[in-house]
């Protein structure tokens, strides 16, 4: 009898998903596409300039190869593109710390059947708790995966053009935000409100670029800390509506609108789902760590966007794709 069943492969490999990320971000621990790019090729030459076995090498190797980020040809092993433009370490866009942090998150998941049952946190909501320091690693491990959309944000504005312009940068973490829009344009001026912790790291880094006269931080919990009136050119609230609820965004929707000068424009970031939540697939996974991380996050429809803020007064609200997130843009 003919078995019309489909081959159980694609369910295997999902299942054993977690081994990619393990994969990844060891080789991540190890530099490996680092080393890969600076001309290392085999097992043995990248054993060598890391310091591991060639065994664990050639492991690491043949798993990247497995899911795409590296490729073999005539027994020497190169970065894929995708892996030298997101994987070196020391790039813009690297992410390799964020591979080494999700690493460490994977534990967390086995509580994943628990949290489901609850609707929540098996524990303390990790987003709610002021200076956490998971926050410390996160913000600095997601500041890459930020450069391509807050550049997108800038041309999309027309901040290199638009003269003088300040910024309010609510829950900058890193700061990537306003580093863009301030080296895109000389007569920007940014300010942050962020915890002291973090805006310590945002400081750091906008001095390292070069832009750190003319960014400020107010240190603070932007669930509190006033946003002024009539002061902004531009208001960012970059991933963070995700792991907030419904009413805590239009709270916050309504004083970043209030904080704008007149034609001002409000850019959020973050992971927005379609109306319909049949895609894109990356948002849609997230929400599967709101679920463990926050007590009301989620990703939110570009539909709950729309509403949320055409209800507190803005008037025009258009999206703009940036994979994996989304960028919403309101005036």
């Not at 930020?146 to 910024?167: H, I, K, N, W």
């Amino acid at each position: 009898m003919t078995d019309n069943r489909p081959a159980p492969d694609g369910v295997l490999r999902l299942i054993n998903g977690y081994w990619a990320t393990g994969v990844i971000g060891a080789a991540a621990d190890h530099s490996l596409f680092t080393h890969l790019e600076n001309g290392a090729g085999t097992a043995a030459e990248l054993a060598d300039r890391a310091g591991i076995a060639e065994r664990g090498a050639q492991t690491l190797l043949d798993g990247l190869v497995s899911v795409g980020l590296v490729e073999v040809h005539e027994g020497r092993y190169h970065n894929t593109p995708e892996a030298a433009a997101y994987l070196v370490e020391g790039k813009p866009t690297s992410l390799s710390g964020f591979a080494k942090l999700k690493l460490k998150h994977m534990s967390g998941l086995t509580a994943l059947p628990e949290v489901v049952r609850a609707g929540g946190p098996a524990h303390d909501a990790v987003t709610e708790v002021a200076d956490n320091p998971h926050w410390e690693e996160l913000v600095t491990a997601l500041a890459a995966q930020s450069v391509p959309t807050a550049t997108m944000a800038a041309e999309v504005l027309g901040v290199a053009s638009a003269g003088p312009l300040s910024v309010l940068d609510v829950g900058g973490g890193s700061g990537v935000y306003s580093s863009v829009l301030l080296d895109a344009n000389p007569s920007a001026r940014s300010t942050q409100i962020d915890w002291e912790r973090i805006n310590g790291i945002a400081r750091r880094l906008l001095a390292e670029r070069g832009v750190e006269d003319r960014f400020t931080t107010v240190d603070g919990d932007f669930h509190t800390t006033d946003f002024g009136t009539g002061e902004y050119d531009i208001a960012l609230y970059s991933h963070i509506a995700h792991q907030e609820g419904p009413e805590d965004n239009v709270e916050v929707f309504a004083r970043l609108r209030g904080a704008l000068k007149p034609g001002g424009a409000l850019v959020v970031c973050d992971y927005v789902v379609d109306d319909d939540r049949s895609g894109p697939a990356f948002p849609l996974m997230f929400a599967a760590e709101m679920l463990v991380k926050s007590n009301r996050g989620n990703t939110w429809r570009r539909s709950d966007y729309r509403d949320w803020l055409l209800k507190v007064g803005f008037r025009d609200v258009s999206f703009h794709s940036a994979p994996p997130a989304t960028l919403v843009i309101a005036r």
